[in-house]
């Protein structure tokens, strides 16, 4: 049976990549994740240090996980 799948594309420098990794696996263990080198990234505004700190006060509250929890709880 097919279900809906929720998908995230992240573009992030590769020193930002442990940290993504780590927090995807605290939100789902099961993720599934793909890792490019992208040689160029065009359109947009990109404020690496406002995203960093969003992501991370949303962590230490622990938000994220709650919501991720709740998501798979209901079959999303």
Known sequence: ??????IIYVVVRSQR???LKKLIRQIDPD???VVHNVKDVSGGT?????AE???AQHVESNEIEQEATT???NGH
């Not at 049976?1 to 929720?6: A, F, S, T, V």
């Not at 990109?46 to 406002?50: E, P």
């Open 53 to 55: 700190d969003h992501i």
């Open 71 to 73: 998501d798979k709880h």
């Open 46 to 50: 990109f404020f690496a240090t406002a």
């Open 17 to 19: 990549l442990l940290f």
């Open 31 to 33: 993720a599934f994740v």
């Open 1 to 6: 049976m097919e279900k809906d799948q929720k």
